[in-house]
Nanobody, 121 residues
Framework: QVQLVESGGGLVQAGGSLRLSCAASGSIFSIKYMAWYRQAPGKQRELVAATTNGGSVNYVDSVKGRFTISRDNAKNTVYLQMNNLKPEDTAVYYC???????????????WGQGTQVTVSS
């Protein structure tokens, strides 16, 4: 089993910044995929940013140039630096990992508990 613990959410004014963290612990051989999703009230969960252990990165168009995803493999932690925040960024943010727990084992998907980000205008 793997646990994902998120931190860093909160209330910020438009134009401000926040940094989210998601630390993975438990039985981890490798983390193939780390991503941040968000879900606003009444809307579907959407992918915000993702990175693979091969180094590829992608972002949803609405956050390009404002958000940066990064990972610290030694700490099994992924970060989301969010700059120039807008009210439409308000949502619960979830981290999502695809983990291999043992050598040769299958991929398993895990989700964090979510952290609230609220941007006031």
């Amino acid at each position: 089993q793997v646990q994902l613990v998120e931190s860093g959410g909160g209330l910020v004014q438009a134009g401000g910044s926040l940094r989210l963290s998601c630390a993975a612990s438990g039985s981890i051989f490798s983390i193939k995929y780390m991503a941040w999703y968000r879900q606003a009230p009444g809307k579907q969960r959407e992918l915000v940013a993702a990175t693979t252990n091969g180094g590829s990165v992608n972002y949803v168009d609405s956050v390009k140039g404002r958000f940066t995803i990064s990972r610290d493999n030694a700490k099994n932690t992924v970060y989301l630096q969010m700059n120039n925040l807008k009210p439409e960024d308000t949502a619960v943010y979830y981290c999502h990992h695809v983990v291999v727990e043992t050598y040769g084992g299958p991929n398993r998907a895990y989700w964090g508990q979510g952290t609230q980000v609220t941007v006031s205008s």
